[in-house]
């Protein structure tokens, strides 16, 4: 049974930065699809990134630029490095997992185990 857990939200201003890491367990991060989703207060949940087992990478076109979605295989463990906080990133953010050698895709049907999530919240 695969396992996600993320850490490293937290509450922070406008402009700082901020990693957030995902511990896996049951499935090999090296191998398999992996991604970020995020949900804000009262929105849907959607996808900012994703990496594949050639580190391809995909990003949502509104965090290009600020957002980087990494790997550290030995660790089994995915990051994701937020740049430039801005209060609109303020959600609950989502380590997720798909299959074996599937491309890189921000598609949530790709997706089928989610972590319970880190808060990050951004002030003004």
């Known amino acids: 049974q695969v396992q996600l857990v993320e850490s490293g939200g937290g509450l922070v201003q406008t402009g700082d930065s901020l990693r957030l890491s995902c511990a896996a367990t049951?499935?090999?991060?090296?191998?398999?699809?992996m991604g970020w989703f995020r949900q804000a207060p009262g929105k849907e949940r959607e996808s900012v990134a994703a990496?594949?087992?050639?580190?391809?990478?995909s990003y949502l076109d509104s965090v290009t630029g600020r957002l980087t979605i990494t790997r550290d295989n030995f660790k089994n463990t995915l990051y994701l490095q937020i740049n430039s906080l801005k209060p609109e990133d303020t959600a609950v953010y989502y380590c997720a997992v798909g299959a074996k050698w599937t491309p890189a895709s921000l598609r949530a049907n790709f997706f089928d185990s989610w972590g319970q999530g880190t808060q990050v919240a951004v002030s003004s």
């Open positions: 990496i594949d087992w050639r580190d391809t990478t």
């Open positions: 049951g499935r090999n991060i090296d191998t398999n699809l």
